[in-house]
């Protein structure tokens, strides 16, 4: 099939590379500014297009005239795979491909429509995390005919990093059996997405600022946010005596002393260079630190070495 690839991401690029291996066709690329975490940039794609002689149009506003008139200068395309792209398309712009748009979405539909769905999933302590393949309806979000679905197991130990890899490596087969399926029956779809509103839950973005812990929160929900919240992103972060530290790494800690004690009190230093601290509920053992983004994480002992210090 003829392809149009709309959006941003190295999952992406890696898609429309399969699907060229796979002998489809990619007949467009359309791509904007790239998010600040994405590995991959606009020029990344402008490259791929230009050594595989792809038309390339770079904007944001795909539903101006002006891009509708470049698109339709192409040539028929038969369908087009969207990837976080910037803006919500239009059906004006939908009804340009006979067989429409797939939008791939790392959310378990229709639950989970919106910004951050993994991360969302994870602090809502969900058992696995969806990845869908499905048409796109003109103004709406993730909404439209799910064509391809699978899912991946996660737990409190799972950190989002494993959840992207698990996606990037997941999508471009995904992805293409989705195109095969509607390639043999333009008809075909595997699930119709509920229109119930009790059904669909709605995802709001995160910014960086919501890493911040609250240690009078559960332990369970200060590990989930500090895996949230990791690689690729800024980090959980909390302050120690006015300076910013980053929690990269931490875990349950299990033992059984009845205590008293006040939320983010450090009450042990270990001799493997981890500390043990007070919560809201238990204790959580944090592993590795960091003071800034750019630099490597480290046992938070070279940093903390007295119980009389308690992270605000």
């Given amino acids: 099939m003829k392809i149009a690839i709309i959006g941003r991401t190295k999952t992406l690029l890696n898609t429309a590379k399969r699907l060229l291996e796979n ?49 339709l200068s192409v040539g028929e395309i038969d369908i087009g795979i969207s990837m976080n792209f910037v803006n919500i398309i239009q059906q004006k712009v939908i009804d340009l491909f006979p067989l429409g748009i797939l939008n791939v979405h790392a959310g378990d539909l229709p639950k989970y429509r919106g910004n951050a769905p993994i991360a969302w999933a994870l602090l809502n302590k969900e058992e696995k995390i969806g990845l869908c393949v499905h048409k796109m ?19 409190l130990k799972t950190k989002i ?33 509920s229109k119930d509103p009790m059904d669909i839950l709605r995802c709001y973005p ?45 875990e349950l ?33 944090v592993n590795q630190i960091r003071l800034s983004i750019t630099e490597k994480a480290f046992p938070p002992s070279k940093k903390i070495k007295s119980v009389r210090k308690r992270f605000e």
Avoid: M
């Avoid at 489809?24 to 994405?38: D, G, N, S, V």
């Avoid at 195109?179 to 119709?192: A, H, T």
């Fill in 23 to 71: 002998n489809h066709e990619i007949a467009l690329c359309i791509t904007c500014k790239e998010a600040p975490e994405y590995t991959v940039t606009n020029k990344d794609f402008e490259q791929f297009s230009l050594s595989n002689n792809i038309p390339f149009i770079y904007t944001s506003k795909i539903n101006t005239s002006n891009i509708i008139e470049r698109i």
């Fill in 137 to 155: 309806i003109g103004g709406e979000l993730d909404s439209g005919d799910i064509i391809a679905k699978t899912f991946f197991s996660v737990s």
């Fill in 161 to 193: 990093e494993e959840v992207f890899q698990w996606v990037e490596l997941t999508t471009p087969e995904l992805v293409i059996l989705a195109v095969n399926q509607l390639s043999n029956n333009p008809d075909y779809f595997l699930e119709k997405q």
């Fill in 206 to 250: 995160r910014l960086p600022q919501d890493g911040k812990i609250n240690w009078s929160s559960d332990a369970e929900d200060i590990i989930r946010l500090i895996n949230v919240s990791g690689k690729p992103f800024s980090g959980a972060f909390t302050f120690l005596e006015g300076e910013k530290i980053i929690i990269e790494d931490a």
């Fill in 253 to 285: 800690f299990h033992d059984d002393e009845p205590w008293l004690g006040i939320p983010g009190q450090i009450v042990k230093v270990n001799a493997n260079g981890s500390i043990i601290a007070l919560t809201g509920s238990r204790k959580i053992q």
